[in-house]
């Protein structure tokens, strides 16, 4: 067993074309580390609707140039065999670590199938990429990128010649396409040939930004803006320029991009502590709003001072915020979000006369809504301009919000404000979330089954009127691992993460408010059942 594993691994050696992982790999095999190698050579890492996302290093279980460059043939066989032979395929990448490298084989290798490719002329916002595929009429998109993981990670996300991520069937189409690649030998990679863009795509993009903005509409807020380490700054700044807002606070410590995340421990707005040096820089500026993007700038995170201090806006209240300043500037089309994000955007749609849907979880799925005009998930992920990004997009949101908040300082009012209007009038909508990071994958199978064995019949007193296997679909939705406890009052959503390796478990209360003067004791019941809610969940799932 062990020979073998050698073997296999030399094999992998032999056809590696990169020095640095062909010295990592020749270190593990002959230092006889079975342990290591094992992990290295247990499987290939599984190539899906999130594309490929894990781990740096060498062997077909981390993400290196050999399994890049086979995910590339596979998605240019892929596209052969689609009758987009001839396509243009762009690329674009972010600042991690082998990210050019990445993004530079993988034009050689569409290059060498007879495709057409482009690669973006530096690291850039993936909504730039999104844009990019339909504004250049492309047959693919691929972003290298892992958004928000942790610095070690890189990842390879697949677009279709829609501007969309990829769904099934075409996620196991490419799939089966990459396992019939044997040998890199047989993937012909030339020297050149591709097209490296000039700035003329992002500059459409930019002038497609003004579009979410209303003309006239008030551009007085003054912000505090975290890059965090990554490729979000001069694309904002760019946009916030052109629309005429005053020039964002940076913080300096983040705003430049540095693939080793330094000052976090988790690139994510979302994560504890990722927020600290934005609202440090915020006590001592004193702005309106901040306003944060994750490394790859296609998530938006907003905080608001809320009495003495900050604090970060959740995703789905931003949603809601966002959706209502859109209702109020007469916006016409289908309000989309995913099952995972609070059900107030449906009440707020419903109020206003327009179409609702609800999607499985991720912006592939959101992305698709026809005649979407909004789409968001609480993962602070934002939808505003489907005509020109379909996905989401952190700095379009941006503008939106700070358009918003401008609006609201002329009236002398908050953010924090419209969210009391808006429980007052839609009931108060309270969501939380119980991540558990794991570094067994086990440990979620589990969990998993401990709920479907077992179901737990109340949460926090409160009777659970149906719970649903999502693994079943819906009339509505399509099959996905998870499940949903619908409560009186209440509903929660069991899911494992599709990126990282995290049991997501969703939350959401809905407390009646009938005048301003009741939303303190809503705040707190809320939070008290959300508290309740998450104790008896962990207990129930074994966490």
């Known amino acids: 067993m062990q020979d073998e594993l050698i073997a296999r691994a030399r094999t992998w050696l032999a056809e590696d074309p990169d020095a640095e992982t062909r010295e990592e790999l020749a270190g593990l095999i002959d230092a006889g580390d079975t342990t290591e190698l094992a992990a290295r050579f247990s499987g290939t890492l599984q190539f899906g609707t999130a594309g490929l996302r894990g781990e740096l290093g060498a062997g077909p279980m981390r993400m290196n140039r050999s399994v890049v460059i086979r995910a590339a043939a596979g998605l240019a066989a892929y596209l052969n065999k689609q009758g987009s ?39 850039l916002p993936t909504p730039v ?15 290298v990128t892992a958004s928000h993981n942790p610095p070690r990670d890189n990842g390879y996300k697949v677009y279709l010649g829609d501007g969309s991520q990829i769904v099934p069937p075409a996620d196991a ?13 047989d993937v012909p990679r030339p020297d050149g040939g591709w097209e490296t863009l000039d700035d003329s795509v992002l500059d459409a993009y930019l002038a497609r930004t003004d579009a979410v903005l209303a003309d006239g509409s008030p551009r007085t807020a003054r912000t505090v803006y975290t890059a965090m380490h990554g490729v979000g700054k001069d694309t904002l700044l760019a946009a916030f320029a052109r629309a005429g807002f005053p020039e964002p606070v940076l913080v300096a410590e983040q705003a430049e991009p540095d693939p080793e995340f330094p000052t976090v421990a988790f690139p994510n707005p979302e994560e504890p502590g990722a927020m600290d040096l934005a609202f440090a820089k915020a006590r001592e500026t004193d702005p309106d709003l901040i306003v944060a993007n994750d490394p790859d700038a296609d998530r938006c995170a907003v905080a608001v001072k809320d009495g003495a201090d900050w604090r970060m806006l959740r995703g789905d209240e931003v949603g809601a915020l966002l959706a209502t300043h859109l209702v109020r500037r007469g916006a016409q089309g289908t309000f989309a979000e995913s099952i995972v994000s609070s059900s ?29 005009r909004y789409g968001y998930e609480e993962a602070l992920g934002y939808c505003v301009d489907p005509e020109g990004v379909r996905d989401k ?11 918003l908040a401008s609006q609201l300082k002329e009236e002398g009012r908050t953010l924090l404000d419209l969210l009391d209007d808006i429980a007052v009038e839609h009931g108060l909508h309270a969501t939380d979330q119980l991540s558990v990071r794991v570094e067994d994958l086990s440990v979620i199978a589990h969990a998993m089954e401990q709920l479907r064995e077992q179901p737990p019949t109340t949460l926090a007193g409160l009777a659970i009127t149906r719970a649903e296997d999502l693994t079943r679909g819906t009339d509505r939705l399509p099959p996905t691992d998870g499940l949903r406890y619908t409560l009186d009052g209440a509903r929660v959503i069991v899911r494992p993460s599709g990126t990282e390796p995290k049991l997501k478990c969703y939350l959401e209360v809905v407390v009646p408010v009938a005048t301003h003067a009741d939303l303190p004791e809503a705040h707190a019941t809320a939070t008290d059942l959300l508290a309740k809610i998450k104790q008896d969940l962990s207990a129930a799932a074994g966490i």
């Open 85 to 123: 032979a001839g396509g243009l395929v762009v690329i674009g990448y972010d600042a991690r670590h082998k990210s050019a490298d990445f993004a530079r084989d993988t034009a050689a290798v569409m290059t060498g199938a007879g495709l057409r490719a482009a690669v973006l002329p530096r690291p």
């Open 129 to 143: 990429l999104a844009f990019a595929i339909r504004h250049l009429g492309a047959v693919a998109g691929v972003e």
């Open 173 to 185: 189409e490419i799939a089966a396409e990459i396992d019939a690649v044997r040998s890199l030998a």
């Open 344 to 372: 107030l955007l449906g009440r707020i749609a419903e109020k206003a006369g327009l179409p609702y849907e609800e999607t499985l979880t991720g912006f592939k799925w959101i992305a698709r809504v026809d005649g979407l």
């Open 393 to 403: 997009d952190g700095i379009t949101a941006a503008l939106l919000i700070t358009e």
